[in-house]
């Protein structure tokens, strides 16, 4: 689909400013001067602006890109994304459906591990940002659709579906009929009034409830003479509900 557009990672060493370059064919300008374009082809770690600053000159790994992701609505963080890669195991065979795809943040992290990612975005505003973050990321394996998943999934034999939306009970019934009998349905929500009212809503279905859970992450600050944690930390995101298909 899309031509990988970030081409190199630029980190100033003094104050950790990241820069994504998109095309090493011509000078790139910073804040603490230009790069030129012979440094950024070289191959070399270490290159100076002309302003004599020092930076680390580095091919981007998925995380760095993620960091840089074009935000539009709330994103599904690491720690979630993590889970939801760990606990259904999809991997380089998996066929999975997200929606809505908002930022993409879920999408792409699942593209990075699965064989294809179909993503359902109702939002044209959202589904231009979508277009936007799909060439950042060059990833091949993403068909981006322009639809409303109440109205139903195309789709086929699915591993996985993931739903990040106000009214995830709207999709079950076409949920049920696109997953293979034994993949995942994963439901992230922030309220509990919608996780009560999704998980009544699988009683009538073949889908059932595994878990319902929220992880909560707390850094440590680590110095000579300070070893705690942090006095404020990410608290609540959202529910994950993860269900299976029977
Ligand atoms: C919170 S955002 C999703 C964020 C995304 N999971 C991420 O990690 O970046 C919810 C998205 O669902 C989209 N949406 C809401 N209802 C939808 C529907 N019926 N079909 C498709 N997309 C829908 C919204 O437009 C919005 O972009």
């Known amino acids: 689909m899309a031509e ?25 300008h910073t804040a603490e001067g230009t790069i030129a ?10 290159v100076h602006s002309n302003r004599g600053k020092r930076f680390l000159s580095l091919n981007p790994t998925f995380p760095d890109l993620w960091e840089l992701l074009n935000r539009g609505p709330q994103i599904i963080l690491q720690k ?15 066929l999975v459906v997200d929606a809505g795809g908002g930022s993409g943040s879920l999408t792409f992290s699942l593209a990075n591990v699965c064989k294809h990612v179909f993503v359902y975005e109702n939002n ?6 979508l277009e936007k973050n799909t060439l950042l990321f060059g990833l ?15 789709e086929k034999d699915l591993d996985l579906i ?33 996780v009560h009212q999704f998980i009544q809503a699988t009683r009538k279905t073949n889908v059932r409830v ?37």
């Not at 994304?81 to 065979?93: C, E, F, P, R, S």
């Not at 739903?163 to 349905?185: C, I, V």
């Not at 929220?214 to 269900?243: A, Y």
């Open 4 to 28: 990988r557009k970030v081409q190199k990672l630029l980190i100033e060493e003094a104050t950790g400013k990241k820069y994504l370059v998109k095309s090493v064919k011509e000078d790139f």
């Open 37 to 46: 374009k012979a440094d950024l082809q070289s191959g070399k770690t270490i």
């Open 80 to 94: 979630d994304v993590g889970l939801i890669l760990a606990k259904t195991g999809v991997n380089k065979n998996s």
């Open 124 to 129: 044209p505003a959202h589904f231009a940002l």
């Open 140 to 154: 091949k394996n993403v068909t981006l659709k322009q639809k409303d998943v109440y109205q139903g999934i195309d």
């Open 162 to 194: 993931t739903l990040d939306l106000p009214e995830p009970w709207n999709a079950l019934q076409h949920a049920e009929k696109a997953l293979k009998p034994g993949a995942f349905l994963v439901v992230y929500l922030p309220n509990l009034h919608q």
């Open 210 to 246: 595994l878990e319902t859970l929220e992880l909560l992450e707390r850094k440590w600050q680590i110095s000579e003479k300070i070893m705690r944690p942090e006095f404020q930390m990410l608290g609540h995101t959202g529910f994950l509900i993860f269900c299976r298909r029977l």
